[in-house]
């Protein structure tokens, strides 16, 4: 005879993910020491221009650049010492590591939007933003993937120097540093007291280390986030991807997002003539002058082509359908 269980099963509930606490911290202590920015003593107006310009070097050289279209998707060639010098400008964005930063992305292409993307915002938007970021997915450390979707950059020893015992990290640091010194340096050479000379200096690393790396770091994940929720399609790729204006301009060309996952390769991720993309007019510029070469052209796979045309059949005799309903029900009345 068998007898009911006395208790009853307890489902086991699912592994709650684990924080990177270290980063957190990081993360939130470089914000609430961005925020000093808005201070009397540091709040200057020629900061904002100083962001910009760290925008493009750190940002749109950097990560845009040297991590995405150069490491990511081999989309353009440049001489061994400007390669290194992207990398470095994206290692100073303190976004991880590139070889971490490749890896993550190139899982991200391969299941946009799906089971198994590290940051897609439909979980939520804060998720795809930057929760993600701060999250530990051990499968993205893994040496087998590693060896998965980076074997191409795994033999590099360059990135393998910056990722092993995270030197990224001391990069990072020797910069901002080394900016603070230009700070003093110049604020010491301007100004006549010691006091104005000091204050300078402040302000230059508040607003070129500190809030520049906060902009950077939210103008790159609005690409993850928002670029995946709002703005137009114009490719109908299997994904959430969109083409994003404001994050386009923010990010100089990144917002693009719905042409660059239907044409991931292309170094261009405008596609019509008011998409501006000012990271591949640099590249542009470069190569007019001889420092780069191999630049993948926009070349969209038949396939997305196809579709799109579709799309927009369907959607004409969509309208078209309305159109001759409203007229008939005007006829009418
Ligand atoms: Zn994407
Ligand atoms: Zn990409």
Request: proline fraction near 5%; aromatic fraction near 12%.
């Amino acid at each position: 005879m068998s007898t009911a269980p006395a208790v009853l099963p307890v489902a086991t509930p699912l592994p709650r993910p684990k924080l990177v606490v270290w980063f957190l911290i990081t993360i939130i202590t470089i914000h609430l020491l961005a925020l000093t920015a808005f201070l009397p003593y540091t709040f200057v107006w020629w900061g904002i221009p100083v962001i910009l310009v760290g925008n493009f070097i750190f940002g749109s050289l950097g990560i845009n650049l040297g991590y995405h279209r150069m490491l990511t998707h081999k989309a353009a060639t440049f001489p061994t010492f400007l390669e290194r010098l992207w990398v470095l400008c994206g290692v100073c964005s303190l976004e991880g590591s590139p070889l971490w930063w490749v890896c993550v992305h190139r899982i991200h292409h391969q299941h946009s939007d799906e089971t198994g993307d590290p940051h897609s915002p439909r979980e939520s938007f804060f998720w795809g933003h930057m929760q993600w970021i701060y999250t530990a997915d051990p499968r993205q450390r893994s040496l087998s993937t590693f060896e998965k979707y980076i074997p191409d950059l795994m033999t590099d020893p360059f990135l393998r120097w910056l990722h092993r015992g995270n030197k990224w990290i001391l990069v990072y640091v020797v910069h901002a540093l080394l900016i603070a010194a230009i700070g003093f340096g110049l604020g010491f050479l301007i100004e006549d007291t010691t006091e104005a000379a000091v204050q300078l200096g402040v302000q230059i690393f508040v607003w070129a280390v500190l809030v520049r790396t906060v902009y950077v770091w939210h103008i790159t994940w609005l690409v993850n986030s928002a670029a995946h929720r709002w703005g137009y399609r114009p490719y109908q790729t299997n994904d959430r991807s969109r083409n994003n204006a404001v994050v386009a301009l923010l990010t100089n060309g990144e917002g693009w997002h719905n042409n660059h996952h239907a044409t991931p390769r292309a170094c261009s991720q405008g596609h019509r003539w008011w998409e501006i993309d000012l990271t591949y007019t640099f590249v542009r510029m470069l190569q007019v002058v001889g420092l780069s070469w191999d630049v993948v052209p926009v070349k969209v796979p038949k396939h997305i082509a196809e579709k799109k045309e579709e799309e927009t059949k369907k959607e004409g005799e969509t309208r078209g359908q309305g159109d001759k309903e409203t007229a008939s029900k005007a006829g009418t009345s």
